[in-house]
């Protein structure tokens, strides 16, 4: 990733340095991955709506957020939505009521495409160097974004990763381990959705 910025505030500069890959070695532990990896998630909340509130950039942190809104953010919701998600539909109990919830969850996803193609083009469409100027739409297209992952996050963490701790077993988190490894191994570069 590129350099940390310089400008901007402390929250914003410490949170776009939590932005770095997590260990591939993480990944021998899938459900340690997406918690980890939630951590980051939070983290790009925090300069999203730092630049929304700024409404300016430095054009290096813009980088960062483009690159980890492209790749990252998509490598998390394929490991959630074509592993995690399905293979907790197969081991929930009736009693755990998860089947709206991960539906709720996999529509989160596909509603934040729109949101995160807005912001790649707002981060991405503007001059080399210097400060990125953040328009009206785009600086609320972050705010919602932030907003919305802030509550997502904290469903998959309180309700869905305590659930799939007690109900995964060592072959579903095997499959998963080995899907999550072949994305990041075998696709340098995945679009999202």
């Not at 912001?119 to 991405?124: F, G, K, P, V």
Request: glycine content about 4%; aromatic content about 4%; some cysteine.
């Amino acid at each position: 990733m590129s350099p940390i910025p310089s400008t901007g505030d402390a929250v914003t500069r410490r949170s776009l340095a939590q932005l770095d890959a997590l260990p591939i070695s993480l990944l021998d532990e899938p459900l340690d991955y997406i918690f980890a990896d939630h951590f980051r998630q939070r983290c790009l909340c925090a300069v999203l709506q730092s630049f929304a509130r700024t409404r300016r950039a430095p054009r290096a942190g813009a980088d960062m957020v483009v690159a980890f809104l492209a790749r990252e953010t998509a490598l998390h919701h394929l490991d959630e939505d074509a592993d995690l998600f399905p293979a907790l539909r197969d081991r929930a109990k009736p009693e755990d009521g998860l089947s709206p919830i991960l539906a709720r969850l996999s529509e989160d996803h596909r509603q934040a495409a729109p949101l995160i193609t807005e912001m790649i083009a707002a981060l991405s469409t503007q001059p080399t160097h210097g400060a990125i100027k953040i328009r009206a739409a785009a600086a609320e297209a972050m705010s919602i974004y932030a907003a919305c992952e802030q509550r997502h996050l904290s469903v998959e963490n309180g309700i869905v990763l305590v659930l799939a701790r007690k109900r995964l077993k060592l072959a579903d988190l095997a499959a998963m381990r080995a899907a999550m490894k072949a994305r990041r191994m075998g696709a340098p570069d995945v679009a999202h959705p």
